[in-house]
Each structure stands twice: as C-alpha cells, then as structure tokens.
C-alpha cells in the first residue's frame, strides 16, 4: 500500500504521533461507551420474550401458526426485516421496542418437540425467568379462528409446550393459544397439524393473525405497567 500527501500516514506505516493518540482516545471513548452500554442494567420487568412455536421450515402449516403470529407481529413492530439467527440458541431473533418495555421475538430452528432447548437458551442469555416469556403455539380443542390467553399450566399434550416446560423448569410461561380446530378421528391429528390451512381457511388467517397480535401487545403493555417481573 503506498500513502500520500493526505493519507495521514508516514513512509514508515506508522501513523504521526498526534493522530495515533487521537485513534487511542476515540478507541477509548468508544469502548467504554459500549461497555456502558452493555453493563446498564435495564429497568427489571421491562423485557419479554415472545416465542413462536413450529418446526422451522414448514411455513403455512396448521403446527406452525405460532410462527406467523411472529411473523405478523415482527411486521407490525416495524422489524420485519431485522431477524437474524442466532447460533447459540439456535433461533432467529430480533429485537424491537415496545415503550419503555423491549420484545425479544423468537422462532426456533429445531423441531417443535425440542422448542424448549432454543426458548430456555435465549431466556437464560436475556436473563429472563419463565413468566416472562410468551408461548405462541397451535391449540387443537379450539376451532380456527379462536385465541385464548393462558397463564401457566400444563402443557395440555401440546409437544412444544411439554418441551418448553421441562427445559425451563417452570409451567409459569404465558401461552397465546390459537385454534386449529380438532379432525373429526384421532388418526387424522398427525396429518391435521402437520398439513397447510385450506383454501378457505387462508382466508380467515390475515384477520386471525391481527387479533393475535393485538391481544399480545395489549397483555404485554398491561403487564409492562405493573409490578416489575423477575429476578
């Protein structure tokens, strides 16, 4: 590399000595910005994670609605296009404001029946405790078009939810339940969940998927305005 009159930098490779300590005190200033940054404790109960349950790479498939909420709901947070996979938990994670409060939008990269290991991953990096992260996931015993709120309890045979449970410890986790509708014989669940909405049911999905959204952000800002959450 050869340097010129305005390179800033000697025939030697060496920078003049009053540029080099301007380099060093930016360098400093920057980094201890970002460690301030990273050291600042947030205001506790003022992040969520939000987890959308379904096996990655199976999009429009009744299992993996949970995963369009998600998707809706990155998209009415303006950060649709700000997903980034995270290898450590194996998810695509992105981050975006809600208030005062911060969501952590999550979809896992493993299979629904190991969901849990990706969610109880990002909550231990993000220093979150199990009533703080909600479960988006694929409710058979309601038909399509249903939501219901649950705090806590048992998975109620749902696979992802088991494994959320038991990779976590905790049954606390708030879950977004959304009606699939039941087939009408048990042999036919497998093909039901893991088979794409119908023709008529796609056009009730765009509706179904604002409700959810809507009824998530309204219960996370109530719950962002009350008592702090976790540790």
């Known amino acids: 590399m050869t340097s010129g009159p305005g390179s800033g930098v000697n025939r030697g490779g060496m920078a003049p000595p009053g540029l080099l300590r301007s380099w060093l005190g930016q360098s400093r200033a920057m980094s201890l910005a970002m460690s301030r940054c990273v050291l600042e404790p947030r205001p506790p109960g003022k992040r969520w994670l939000v987890a959308g349950l379904g096996n990655p790479g199976l999009p429009g498939t009744r299992h993996s609605v949970g995963m369009a909420v998600l998707g809706q709901l990155a998209r009415r947070l303006g950060v649709a296009e700000s997903w980034a996979r995270d290898p450590r938990c194996a998810a695509d994670l992105a981050l975006a404001?809600?208030?005062?409060?911060?969501?952590?939008?999550?979809?896992?990269?493993?299979?629904?029946?190991?969901?849990?290991?990706?969610?109880?991953?990002?909550?231990?990096?993000?220093?979150?405790?199990?009533?703080?992260?909600?479960?988006?996931?694929?409710?058979?015993?309601?038909?399509?078009?249903?939501?219901?709120?649950?705090?806590?309890?048992?998975?109620?045979?749902?696979?992802?939810?088991?494994?959320?449970?038991?990779?976590?410890?905790?049954?606390?986790?708030?879950?977004?339940?959304?009606?699939?509708?039941?087939?009408?014989?048990?042999?036919?669940?497998?093909?039901?969940?893991?088979?794409?909405?119908?023709?008529?049911?796609?056009?009730?999905?765009?509706?179904?998927?604002?409700?959810?959204?809507?009824?998530?952000?309204?219960?996370?800002?109530?719950?962002?305005?009350?008592?702090?959450?976790?540790?």
């Open 97 to 231: 404001p809600l208030g005062d409060a911060q969501l952590v939008l999550l979809r896992p990269r493993r299979l629904m029946n190991s969901n849990g290991r990706s969610v109880a991953r990002a909550a231990e990096l993000f220093g979150l405790t199990a009533d703080a992260v909600y479960l988006v996931h694929d409710e058979l015993d309601k038909p399509l078009g249903k939501l219901a709120l649950k705090l806590g309890g048992s998975a109620r045979g749902h696979n992802g939810v088991r494994s959320c449970i038991s990779c976590l410890n905790s049954s606390a986790m708030p879950r977004l339940r959304v009606g699939i509708g039941r087939p009408a014989t048990a042999d036919a669940v497998q093909a039901h969940v893991l088979g794409r909405f119908s023709p008529a049911e796609q056009e009730l999905l765009p509706l179904l998927l604002d409700r959810a959204t809507d009824l998530l952000l309204d219960h996370i800002r109530e719950r962002s305005q009350g008592p702090a959450v976790g540790p």
